[in-house]
């Protein structure tokens, strides 16, 4: 049986580069991993006073889907020098109800993503900090900074370039051990 991945993308841009890359390294995964895309763009903002017997249904939907999988897939990219706040929601919808976050334990790992040359270094090490809290056990080499994003992709969004797609196999490879090694 494959392990099911939840894919996480910080962007809700429909021509989102991170998404792209998301849905590529859905292909380049190895045989082992199976990535599910999990949406994050329709769940309201975060407010413990929706805490009730019935909580909004896109909380429910999100929370659902992500328990059915064994590990998260987070590609980002970087909004003023930290993650996407439609990303810092979806995890902490996820984190609640205190005592049932559906993060708990789960092996994750990070690809930062931006049409700038820094990629997204900032996103990718904020993004370390509540994962931590979170206990997630995050891998930590090796590291994917996919910066110059618009150079890589081709107009429907594939790799252009066999060296990124090697680059992003040996990181899904390593993944894939790294899940291994931690999962609970
Ligand atoms: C950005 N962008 C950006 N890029 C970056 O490398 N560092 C940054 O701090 C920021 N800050 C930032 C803030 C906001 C509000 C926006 C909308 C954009 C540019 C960003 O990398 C670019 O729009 C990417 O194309 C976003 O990723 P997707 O949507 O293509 O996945």
Redesign the pocket.
């Known amino acids: 049986m494959p392990v099911r991945v939840a894919l996480i993308v910080g962007?809700l841009?429909e021509g989102?580069?991170?998404?792209a890359i998301g849905l590529e390294m859905k292909t380049i995964a190895a045989p082992g991993l199976e990535l599910e895309l999990i949406e994050i763009g329709d769940l309201p903002l975060y407010n413990p006073d929706l805490e009730t017997d019935a909580p909004p249904a896109p909380w429910v939907r999100f929370r659902e889907e992500v328990e059915t999988t064994e590990a998260a897939l987070f590609v980002t990219?970087?909004?003023?020098?930290s993650i996407p706040s439609a990303l810092k929601n979806a995890l902490d919808v996820g984190s609640r109800p205190y005592g049932h976050s559906i993060w708990q334990g789960k092996p994750a790992a990070i690809v930062s993503?931006?049409?700038?040359a820094?990629a997204?270094f900032?996103a990718n090490h904020h993004l370390r900090q509540p994962l931590v809290f979170l206990n997630m056990p995050t891998m930590q080499q090796p590291e994917a900074y996919i910066g110059n994003v618009a150079d890589l992709l081709d107009d429907d969004g594939r790799l252009k370039k066999d060296d990124t797609r090697a680059f992003l196999k040996s990181f899904m490879d390593a993944f894939a051990k790294w899940i291994d090694q931690t999962k609970g």
Do not use: D
């Not at 989102?16 to 998404?19: E, F, G």
């Not at 993503?113 to 700038?116: A, E, K, Q, T």
């Open positions: 962007s841009r989102s580069h991170s998404r990219p970087e909004y003023n020098r993503v931006s049409p700038g820094l997204a900032g």
